[in-house]
């Protein structure tokens, strides 16, 4: 598997079995950042927000890939969706690996979401907060999946993302190791622990 991060919560994940592009977004839609063509052969997005759910910007080859993907049910807010409405959290099991994508999360997980996500391989979660859950929910979540490889998304940075999210740095200051790349692309079998990928502006 070969992960790429085209900054916010967009990633491509290219497998042996098939590629799939998670939550990419729209023109315009996220400060600093602008979407490349994408090709692929699914693409998935955790809710129908534009920052999240520009599947036209994605060309789809017409291969059927050979992977599951599951969506669990869950929250953009912590009351009942309320606030912002509905997110789908992806479980994607491919190339003998479980890929987590929490999509816009906003709230802590029930002990039978935890049990629907499982022990993920890669976990790809926001941490920015404000929209999301914050870093402190989602070093707790961490704590509780206990994945291989953790990949915070949904952050500010320098040059891109919302100006009332937080940057990465208020999630990684929680963890004893934390590795900075100098790519936005990542083999998860060359990784573990909390990777944070750059982001490609």
């Known amino acids: ?6 900054g916010h919560a967009c990633f491509l994940a290219e497998t ?6 998670f939550d990419p977004y729209a023109p315009g839609s996220v400060p600093g950042l602008t979407l490349p063509p994408l090709r692929a052969d699914a693409v998935v997005c955790s809710h129908g927000h534009r920052d999240h759910a ?8 017409g291969r059927k890939p050979d992977f599951t993907i599951r969506a669990i049910p869950s929250f ?7 606030l912002r409405g509905e997110n789908r959290i992806h479980v994607l099991e491919a190339d003998g690996l479980r890929l987590v994508h929490m999509g816009d999360l906003g ?13 993920p391989d890669v976990l790809l979660i926001p941490v920015g907060g404000h929209y999301t ?4 929910a989602a070093e707790k979540l961490v704590r509780a999946l206990r994945p291989r490889l953790t990949i915070p998304m949904h952050y500010r ?9 937080g940057p990465v740095e208020d999630f990684t200051h929680l963890f004893d190791t934390v590795t ?6 990542l083999d998860p079998a060359e990784a573990e622990g909390v990777v944070v990928l750059r982001c490609p502006v």
């Open 1 to 6: 598997m070969i992960l790429t991060w085209y």
């Open 16 to 21: 042996a079995a098939g590629s799939v592009v």
């Open 54 to 61: 520009h599947a036209a910007g994605v060309t789809l080859s």
């Open 76 to 82: 953009h807010d912590d009351r009942s969706g309320t």
């Open 107 to 119: 709230h802590m997980l029930s002990e039978e979401q935890l049990a629907a996500v499982g022990k």
């Open 133 to 136: 859950i914050g870093p402190a």
């Open 157 to 165: 940075g320098e040059g891109f993302g919302y100006d009332v999210i």
């Open 180 to 185: 900075f790349r100098s790519s936005n692309v």
